[in-house]
Each structure stands twice: as structure tokens, then as C-alpha cells.
């Protein structure tokens, strides 16, 4: 089911509205994107639906999404540092 311009308000209404708004896409290769444009349009359907573009300008895709926003999102699993092994003693003198 898709989401609609009432669920979207209604989820936004609970964020401190001085906030940026961010775009969040692909979930094989998190990027963040501003948002600059909302265009109300008819799809092939007939429908109206409502688009939020990211804008023209070069810095409109900010670049990775943070990690934490990646895992909230389900699109990636959440990463642990691989444990620590003991360091070795230092090689002797000539490498043996």
C-alpha cells in the first residue's frame, strides 16, 4: 500500500518542524538527497499524485546515508567491529 499525503503529514507532524527534510533512496547504495520541490501531477492512471523532488543544484545529493539511518531503515544489517585478536610479539631482525 502506498503512503498518502495524510500519512505523510501526519508522520511529520511528530518532528520538530525546524528540521531538514531528507531523502532517503536505494537501498543497495544509501544516499541522502535534499528536498526542494513538491509537484502535484496525474499519474497513467488518471490518479493525482503528489512528488517530492531533490532539486538541480551539484550539492543537492549529499552523499552516503549515515549508517544508523541505513539500519532504521531495514537497508542494511547492523555492523559490528570484528573482535580483536591479541597483537603478536614483533618479529626478530630480518623478518624470521
Given at each position: ?7 505523510l ?17 536505494n537501498?543497495f ?20 499524485v503528489?512528488?517530492l ?11 552516503h ?5 541505513a ?5 542494511q ?6 573482535p ?6 614483533a618479529r ?5
Amino acid at each position: 500500500m502506498e503512503m498518502t499525503v495524510g500519512d505523510l503529514v501526519k508522520r511529520l507532524s511528530a518532528c520538530d518542524p525546524a528540521s531538514p527534510l531528507r531523502l532517503a533512496v536505494n537501498p543497495f547504495f544509501p544516499m541522502e538527497h535534499r528536498l526542494e520541490q513538491v509537484v502535484e501531477a496525474t499519474d497513467r492512471a488518471g490518479r493525482l499524485v503528489v512528488y517530492l523532488a531533490e532539486g538541480r543544484n551539484a550539492d543537492t545529493q549529499l552523499g552516503h546515508l549515515p549508517p544508523k539511518v541505513a539500519v532504521a531503515l531495514a537497508w542494511q544489517a547492523p555492523v559490528q567491529a570484528p573482535p580483536r585478536r591479541p597483537r603478536r610479539s614483533a618479529r626478530p631482525a630480518g623478518g624470521r
